[in-house]
């Protein structure tokens, strides 16, 4: 039984005092606890979660990190400063990196092998543009950023899988649920070739693309999405605890 995961990425928005303001929010709100909740905020955010950290229910991780321990590097973030912030999550290859900054396939594994070398569960994010579905080749580009990204990964079942095709980040559009499936068993089939049934049947996969406390409940129903990535909806604490109550909503 795969626990679901319900993520929000706030992006590069929020400062310290709107962080830890919605960090009591969110913890005020009632939500069913049988969802594990995290939430991915601008590194300077990190420090509010880790003072809230006694007194709040929320995980957190980190939108990106670094592909070394330290070193001349300027700008970019240590895994191990992650941890030192109590970061559990991180993501890795987040479509507006690899688009924006250029991240390449080899970099997001550089980074996913290092972040499960010094103990961070990442966040392997994939997905095609509208071209390359419009051509028909979604499944061959999923299917390689999977494949390179897991590259020489030690099988691990606390790796996550997001699926957000880029046509459907922040744009209000979001995939059917039974494409979002198809794809995700898709990629669930990869790992198992790669990794064996026993820890592909153990990896979460979501979906992220403009999710939201109105489709939520159809994403969640299907077999092999085990949660959700959410930019956002998860902005506001209330929708974020809609979404987080898929069950009820
Ligand atoms: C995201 O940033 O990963 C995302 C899915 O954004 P949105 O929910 O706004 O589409």
């Known amino acids: 039984m795969r626990r679901p995961l319900i993520a929000g990425n706030w992006k590069m928005h929020k400062n310290i005092r709107e962080a830890s303001e919605y960090i009591r929010e969110l913890n005020e709100l009632p939500w069913d606890d049988s969802v594990e909740v995290a939430v991915i905020p601008p590194f300077t955010c990190l420090f509010a979660f880790r003072e809230a950290r006694s007194r709040s229910r929320i995980r957190y991780g980190a939108q990106n990190m670094f592909w070394a321990r330290e070193g001349a590097f300027t700008g970019e973030i240590s895994p191990l400063m992650l941890l030192d912030l109590g970061c559990e999550y991180v993501l890795i290859g987040h479509s507006e990196r690899r688009q924006i900054m250029g991240e390449s396939d080899r970099m997001i594994n ?66 059917t649920a039974s494409d979002a499936q198809e794809m995700i068993h898709f990629v669930r089939d990869i790992a198992k070739k790669e990794w064996g049934s026993q820890v592909s049947d153990q990896l979460r996969i979501l979906y992220g693309g403009s999710v939201k406390p109105a489709n939520i409940g159809e994403f969640m129903s299907q077999d092999d999405i085990d949660g959700a990535l959410v930019g956002g909806a998860s902005l506001d604490p209330k929708v974020f605890a809609d979404i987080i109550n898929f069950r009820s909503t």
Do not use: M, S
């Not at 966040?123 to 999923?142: S, Y």
């Not at 030690?154 to 995939?175: D, F, K, L, R, S």
């Open 110 to 175: 550089d980074k996913l092998r290092l972040a499960l070398e010094t103990g961070l569960f990442p966040i392997l994010c994939v997905g095609e543009t509208l071209e390359e579905r419009e051509n028909g080749n979604a499944k061959e580009v999923v299917g390689e950023q999977v494949r390179q990204g897991l590259q020489g990964v030690i099988p691990h079942p606390g790796v996550v899988i997001a699926y957000e095709p880029v046509w459907a980040i922040g744009t209000g559009v979001n995939a």
